[in-house]
């Protein structure tokens, strides 16, 4: 940042990063130094309150540390938490979660208030608040962002299902909302209604749904369902998905591999933050500082910077230099510096000193699954050896130790828990039988012989996973494990893929017989990881281990259109006992992650959930020549 | 190895007066250079290592995990345990047995298949087949050895041998140079013109008459493409291009990359000193070994 920099709204193509020539680079920057020198650094086209003009020295900056990057700032691409990061910053959704809250709760956010739902549970009448505006863009006619309405919400989520945009987000509302797939197959004209998808006016929205669909709020908080303007779309083409237009708390000033670099958004609503209404818990919250943020409107920061280091110790060395990035998620080689207990928590003095710092569970899990379309591991045409089979996989079951496991790959601070259902979520069960992730090599030897199986008939168990260093030791420790209740070494055969694309792949089309992967909840429900195993999402869906368990589909089709009650709790954990009975999966730890932050920062950081939502509401203390905002 | 040329001059001849050749000379000058006979020396410890390996005398419990996570060096675990309980000290062992493999597997058939095209492309010097030799050896030439290398493993990735194949098809190209000019200049002296006389065919010429008078030199570049192999195995393992099922000082060091930040430095240590001792000491033998083969210091 040069000396001087000030607020001035500047077409974004200018603040773009695409290395003008020469010498248009020094007009651009005479200009503006012109300008400085001469005191025009005011705002004067936000519709907010006139912003204050920081100075480099005096600008509130936050850096966010990350493993990666995303590849798309569009929208209708945000598939992970990376590309969310952006989308929630940079655009606005309808809905979103509590700040503070644990459990995770949902409020309204560009919603005017909770919608208004018909009786059937199938319609829905959303109103969106008035007043808000997209950053001012070369998009829109003279550069001025024009009002967010109710048609903008209507044509972002359209957008999914027109083909012309490639988008990965369909799946949170193909089948549920109602003529969506109609005005796909009509030709995806935009000029077009869908029958369950309408603007009644200009801040009224209506949905209807095919069936009641108790997440339908929570889809509505992902950076999927961010809303983008027509105009931007259409101007910059391709160029869109490096180009965000939204009318989120941040705006995008630069983006490549390395970092992306948002400014506050000065056209922002002015909305005071409740931090009781957002969850404030003093007891678990209280040493963090959170109250400097009571009844003032996010976003607190000038500029919002986020770093995209893959490399862990890298990423670790930039935490620690202190001038770098401010938040780090602790890396499993670090834990043994960081905490001084594991069981619970707790820091090491130097650690509290400098840093804060609390561990959360992962919304999510990592779990293997059989794939039971091979007839080695099982469905058969062969009652017989599909009893065998089913056996064959009990026996691996009741080899795999999870607590090793846990010890060598998670710190050791990973919560084991049986089944599908995981702990951040209402419906999980803490008092379940931990029979299925407690380690019984004699009961698996037994469980072989007994079913006539021997090291000559055993099946090739192809474990295929990327090509990593860690991977490959987990690979080797099940081996060996499986070793120990008689399974030749040489039948565990290792298929190294050389990115997750690859191996990706090959689950969806059903090329391995054994799924080891991680699961990051999309929202705080068990449906989501229920339905991992729900028959017809079978390959290419989501469920690589082709389960097909007539009696577990109706009742996920029972549950998944019930809204929580205690039935419908009683009926997930029906299904979770279920894929443990027919030992369908390996299952499962959910990783408890350690995050640290600068003491200057004033944040609750949270990665795990829809990802960054917690960015807007950041406040950096102890600005070198500034205050509070 | 330079050494000094009237103390290693070898004796004229013996009483009984028996004819000296290249190879008796050879043989009497290496083992009158210390260095090399020194390399030489570790170079067969390292063998029967790898032998005992290959025959399942010990380092047979290199993948079993009973020891915890990086459990200190003990009698038990002579250089610790890694990440998930591993005995560091039986997976460097048993990483010997898999250089040699790489080293021998590579050395061998590079040096073959070197031989063979360099001997055609000498031969048939200024003709098309030896115009689609050098071709092919600029081609592969102009590619960075290591991009070359992780593309062809990459693009066989699955395959056991790919690693091996990926090595072989660049590291003939070094013996291939150095055979086509030795049989450009041998091809022109009589025995050769006796043959061609009395309508020896040109293969058998090259082959029966020709590549046996290359020898030294393929011995030499065996012995250099071996810890060349060696080297290029552990980097490829490092990238995860290497070894598919096994272990490697590679493997070993690329795992070591989890563990040094935590202060656990025994995997990057025991693969690092084994290697360094087994390249250091096949560069050793490999240097007198050119030394005693070279014949202008030999004749």
């Given amino acids: 940042m040069v000396p001087g920099y000030h607020r001035r709204p500047m077409p974004a193509a200018a603040l773009w990063p695409r290395r003008p020539p020469a010498a248009r680079a020094c007009a651009v920057a005479a200009l503006a130094w012109l300008l400085l020198a001469s005191g025009c650094g005011r705002d004067t086209s936000s519709s907010g309150p006139p912003a204050e003009v920081p100075t480099a020295a005096s600008m509130k900056i936050y850096r966010h540390g990350l493993d990666q990057g995303p590849s798309s700032l569009d929208p209708a691409q945000s598939a992970n938490i990376y590309a969310n990061h952006v989308a929630i910053n940079a655009y606005d959704t309808l809905f979103s979660y509590q700040y503070l809250a644990r459990p995770y709760q949902l409020k309204p956010n560009l919603a005017a208030g909770w919608p208004e739902i018909s009786a059937d549970l199938l319609e829905y009448t959303i109103h969106i608040k008035q007043g808000v505006h997209f950053v001012d863009d070369p998009a829109f006619p003279d550069g001025i962002g024009r009002e967010l309405t109710a048609e903008d919400f209507v044509y972002s989520i359209k957008r999914h299902f027109d083909p012309a945009t490639r988008a990965q987000g369909a799946w949170l509302w193909q089948g549920r909302i109602a003529g969506l797939e109609e005005w796909k197959a009509a030709g995806a004209d935009h000029a077009k209604e869908a029958e369950g998808l309408v603007a009644l006016d200009r801040y009224t929205i209506r949905i209807r749904l095919t069936q009641p669909y108790p997440q339908l709020l929570d889809t509505l908080t992902q950076g999927y369902s961010a809303i983008v303007p027509r105009e931007a779309v259409a101007y910059y083409g391709r160029e869109f998905a490096v180009h965000p237009v939204g009318s989120g708390p941040f705006r995008v000033v630069s983006y490549d591999t390395a970092r992306i670099v948002m400014d506050r958004n000065p056209k922002y609503r002015q909305e005071p933050v409740d931090i009781w209404e957002e969850g404030y818990d003093p007891a678990t919250q209280g040493e963090f500082g959170l109250e400097r943020i009571q009844g003032r409107s996010p976003p607190f920061i000038d500029r919002l910077e986020i770093h995209f280091i893959n490399e862990s110790s890298a990423r670790w060395n930039s935490f620690a230099k202190g001038d770098e990035v401010q938040y780090v998620t602790v890396p499993n080689e670090q834990l043994d510096r960081v905490l001084a207990t594991r069981d619970p928590v707790t820091f090491r003095q130097e650690i509290s000193d400098r840093y804060f710092g609390y561990a959360g569970l992962e919304a999510g899990f990592v779990f293997m699954a059989f794939n039971l379309s091979y007839p080695e591991f099982g469905y058969n045409p062969d009652p017989e050896r599909e009893r065998r089979n089913k056996a064959l996989r009990c026996a691996i079951i009741k080899a795999f130790d999870w607590p090793a496991r846990n010890e060598s790959f998670y710190g050791g601070i990973g919560a084991v828990f049986p089944g599908i259902i995981v702990p951040v979520v209402p419906e999980f069960d803490p008092d379940m039988s931990r029979e299925s992730v407690t380690r019984d090599v004699g009961g698996a030897r037994r469980l072989l012989g007994d079913n006539g199986w021997n090291a000559e008939n055993l099946p090739v168990l192809t474990y295929g996973t990327t090509a990593t260093v860690l991977n490959r030791l987990m690979y080797e420790q099940f081996r060996a494990w499986l070793k120990e209740i008689g399974y030749p070494p040489e039948k565990v055969v290792l298929k190294p893929y050389a990115t997750f694309g690859d191996i990706s792949r090959a689950w969806k089309e059903s090329e391995l017989p054994w799924v080891s992967k991680g699961w990051g909840l999309d929202y705080p429900d068990a449906e989501n990881t229920l339905q991992l195993f729900y028959g017809p999402n079978g390959s290419p869906g989501s469920n690589d281990a082709n389960y097909k368990n007539p009696e577990y589909d109706a009742l996920f089709r029972q549950a998944k259109v019930m809204l929580p009650s205690p039935e419908r709790t009683a009926i997930y954990q029906r299904l979770n006992q279920m894929v443990i009975d027919d030992c369908v999966a390996v299952t499962g730890v959910t990783r408890t992650r350690v995050h640290l932050w600068h003491k200057n920062v004033i944040a609750l950081p949270d990665r795990e959930i829809v990802g960054g939502f917690f960015l807007k509401y950041v406040d950096v203390a102890d600005v070198p020549n500034g205050g509070e905002r | ?299």
């Avoid at chain 2, 006979?37 to 029967?48: A, H, K, P």
């Avoid at chain 2, 492309?121 to 030799?133: K, Q």
């Fill in chain 2, 1 to 299: 190895m330079s050494v000094n040329a009237a103390s290693v001059a070898p004796p004229a001849a013996t009483a009984r007066g028996r004819r000296q050749t290249l190879w008796s000379k050879a043989a009497w000058k290496f083992r009158r250079d210390r260095a090399g006979m020194i390399g030489f020396g570790i170079v067969l410890v390292y063998l029967v290592a790898a032998l005992g390996v290959w025959f399942g005398w010990w380092a047979t419990g290199w993948a079993e995990v009973h020891g915890g996570k990086w459990s200190p060096v003990s009698g038990e675990y002579w250089f610790g345990t890694n990440l998930i309980g591993q005995d560091i000290y039986q997976r460097s062992i048993y990483s010997i047995a898999t250089a040699f493999e790489v080293g021998l597997v590579v050395a061998v058939l590079s040096t073959l298949l070197g031989a063979a095209l360099g001997s055609l492309a000498g031969f048939f010097s200024g003709r098309f087949t030896d115009e689609v030799v050098l071709w092919l050896m600029g081609v592969l030439d102009s590619i960075p050895f290591y991009l070359l290398v992780a593309a062809i493993a990459f693009a066989l990735e699955g395959n056991a041998y790919a690693m091996h194949i990926a090595m072989i098809s660049t590291f003939w190209i070094t013996t291939s140079r150095l055979v086509r000019g030795e049989v450009i200049k041998l091809k022109n002296l009589e025995f050769v013109e006796a043959a061609h006389a009395i309508g020896v065919p040109e293969y058998t010429i090259i082959f029966r008459h020709i590549v046996p008078n290359t020898l030294h030199i393929l011995l030499v570049q065996a012995t250099i493409t071996f810890v060349a192999a060696i080297k290029s195995e552990v980097i490829l393992s490092f990238l995860g291009l290497g070894v598919k099922d096994g272990m490697s000082w590679g493997l070993m060091i690329s795992e070591s990359t989890l563990e040094v930040l935590a202060g656990f430095f025994n995997n990057f240590l025991a693969a690092s000193v084994l290697m360094f001792g087994l390249v250091m000491a096949f560069n050793m033998f490999s240097d007198a070994l050119q030394d005693a083969l070279d014949p202008r210091k030999v004749s």
